[in-house]
T-cell receptor
Framework: GENVEQHPSTLSVQEGDSAVIKCTYS??????FPWYKQELGKGPQLIID?????GEKKDQRIAVTLNKTAKHFSLHITETQPEDSAVYFC????????FGSGTQLTVLP | KAGVTQTPRYLIKTRGQQVTLSCSPI?????VSWYQQTPGQGLQFLFE???????NKGNFPGRFSGRQFSNSRSEMNVSTLELGDSALYLC????????????????FGPGTRLTVL
């Protein structure tokens, strides 16, 4: 089955700096790659997603890149703010979502 | 539009008991998926239901089962509870189409925190 690896497991940045989280996947049939943000006591919430026919997608301060050949995709958050502090999960999808292990992002004021 | 709701939010059971969790999807969503979240194993897919039929299943023992009703509401049941079943159980609904591909946004509920003593 699909295996998704996510790094780093924890990430601390100063407010205003950029944060990058990286994921690799194993199943070349995966065609949908969402990123979720989970705040304490809440369920994950989609922040951005990308499909396999697209190499990059941007939504304001958030961007995702996908390299199908290397089977890796990354989340980029620019101009980080304290409210960006949360756990971020990447996922890859064929007939089910397989999640990475999560990254605890802390934005220091 | 109301989000995904899950009941109960918290549950305490003892080993050997069984438990039933409930999920109401977003109106109009026919796909409901269940996930188990633990600190050690992370977020793991349990199963997905679409139009009252289990369409996909993860690698969990048969003690974990579910069903979906005609109004798309879903229940998940765990029988003969073990200590390791303590987890946050998340339900997600989606407008995934009949083709079965997981390529639409999954809307997650707040989860049910199950503690097994």
């Amino acid at each position: 089955g699909e295996n998704v690896e996510q790094h780093p497991s924890t990430l601390s940045v100063q407010e205003g700096d950029s944060a990058v989280i990286k994921c690799t996947y194993s199943d070349s049939a995966s065609n949908y790659f969402p990123w979720y943000k989970q705040e304490l006591g809440k369920g994950p919430q989609l922040i951005i997603d990308i499909r396999s026919n697209v190499g990059e997608k941007k939504d304001q301060r958030i961007a995702v890149t996908l390299n199908k050949t290397a089977k890796h995709f990354s989340l980029h958050i620019t101009e980080t703010q304290p409210e960006d502090s949360a756990v971020y999960f990447c996922a890859a999808s064929t007939r089910q979502l397989t999640f990475g292990s999560g990254t605890q992002l802390t934005v220091l004021p | 539009k109301a989000g995904v709701t899950q009941t109960p939010r918290y549950l305490i059971k003892t080993r050997g008991q069984q438990v039933t969790l409930s999920c109401s999807p977003i109106s109009g969503h026919r796909s409901v998926s269940w996930y188990q979240q633990t600190p050690g194993q992370g977020l793991q897919f349990l199963f997905e239901y679409f139009s009252e039929t289990q369409r996909n299943k993860g690698n969990f023992p048969g003690r974990f089962s579910g069903r979906q009703f005609s109004n798309s509401r879903s229940e998940m049941n765990v029988s003969t509870l073990e200590l390791g079943d303590s987890a946050l159980y998340l339900c997600a609904s989606s407008s995934n189409l009949a083709g079965g591909a997981f390529d639409n946004e999954q809307f997650f509920g707040p989860g049910t925190r199950l503690t097994v003593l």
